[in-house]
């Protein structure tokens, strides 16, 4: 078993970043601009009915992308999307949910091989237990037995350290290409975190992950519920372009499995090379992706981490985006 540490170093954000090629000459300005190479910025959508029913069969043209308020051209466009995928399984093994832990384990079981029965041949999943640590139990595979009899050991105990949990996995999973994915088994609370829900926040986006929440409550009655963990969980997977699901029993946990992966399997890639976006003082882009269908509504992470423009600061605070993008080379 393998512990998790530090987040990853550098970020890769499916092979496409935001580098700053600063001009020498441009140190002599007394209002510094600097102009940015910018790669493409790609953003994981799910479209669905009003009554939550999936749509898979829109067009580029029925999409339309806001960085920071400024209106974007799509460059990439993918539906129902192959590329491979990594998910990051993470089961909450804290001392509260000891009782629901072989139901947990089983569902998981049944849930890694339908997402391995289709997809990409690379598609791989990693394991994760938290309690008052957090525990990379399986690097990424698609080694169904290895998977099957680390869950059958899983046992409770101690506290839990959620946000770490997050903030580590999404560390694992921005060194992987292609499309990512959290998926978070708890029971909402969170007790012992060395890491904040807005570092948790952050490392997701930085690593493209989306997070699918599932709050594995028995008790329906707000009275002994975390409310305030489940709160957290459904931030945490809106603002990444996922869901919260509020399973009650085995059979309901295996329908929530079932609903990620028909949803992982009906996502459009779109990509954008950033131009004209007004900057501000926040690394953190608002991205806004709409469809032009009023009826339809989309879920899509709320923003990624790119330039700023200072009003104070050294030099390198103060940069803006260049006209044009860089050539890309083959």
């Known amino acids: 078993m393998a512990r998790c540490g530090s987040k990853g170093s550098g970020t890769r954000m499916f092979r496409w970043w935001v580098s700053l090629a600063f001009a020498g000459a441009a140190f002599a300005q007394p209002s510094p601009v600097f102009r940015v190479g910018v790669d493409l910025v790609h953003v994981i959508a799910t479209v669905k009915t009003q009554d939550g029913q999936l749509v898979g069969s829109l067009e580029k043209g029925d999409f339309e992308v806001y ?11 993918e539906h129902h999307t192959e590329l491979p995928l990594s998910v990051a399984l993470q089961i909450d093994t804290s001392g509260s949910t000891a009782k629901d832990l072989k139901y947990e ?9 339908a997402l391995f029965n289709e997809g990409n041949p690379l598609d791989a999943l990693s394991l994760f237990t938290f309690n008052w640590r957090v525990t990379q139990e399986v690097n990424f595979t698609r080694n169904v ?7 059958k050991l899983l046992h409770g105990e101690a506290g839990t350290a959620l946000y770490d949990a997050i903030y580590l996995g999404a560390g694992r999973l921005e060194l992987r290409e292609g499309r990512k994915a959290i998926v978070v088994v708890t029971d909402g609370g969170n007790t012992v975190s060395k890491y904040t829900i807005d570092d948790a926040l952050q490392a997701a986006h930085m690593a ?3 997070i699918y929440s599932v709050v594995v409550m028995p008790i329906t009655n707000p009275v002994g519920r975390n409310t305030g963990g489940e709160h957290a969980l459904q931030i945490m997977a809106e603002r990444t372009g996922g869901k919260i699901f509020f399973p009650s029993s085995g059979p309901e946990l295996d329908r929530v499995f079932t609903d990620i992966i028909r949803e992982l399997r009906m996502q459009y890639l779109i990509g954008f090379y950033p131009k004209n976006v ?24 709320n923003g990624y981490y790119g330039e700023v423009e200072g009003v104070h600061g050294s030099p390198q605070d103060r940069v803006t985006l260049s006209p044009e993008p860089p050539k890309r080379k083959d």
């Open 67 to 77: 960085d920071n308020g400024a209106k974007q051209e799509i460059a990439v466009f």
């Open 105 to 113: 384990a089983d569902a998981s079981s049944r849930f890694i091989r």
């Open 145 to 151: 037995k290895r998977l099957d009899a680390t869950l």
């Open 208 to 210: 493209d992950a989306v």
């Open 278 to 301: 007004p900057l501000n003082k926040e690394r953190f882009h608002k991205l806004e992706v709409r469809t032009t269908h009023p009826d339809l509504r989309v879920s899509a992470r």
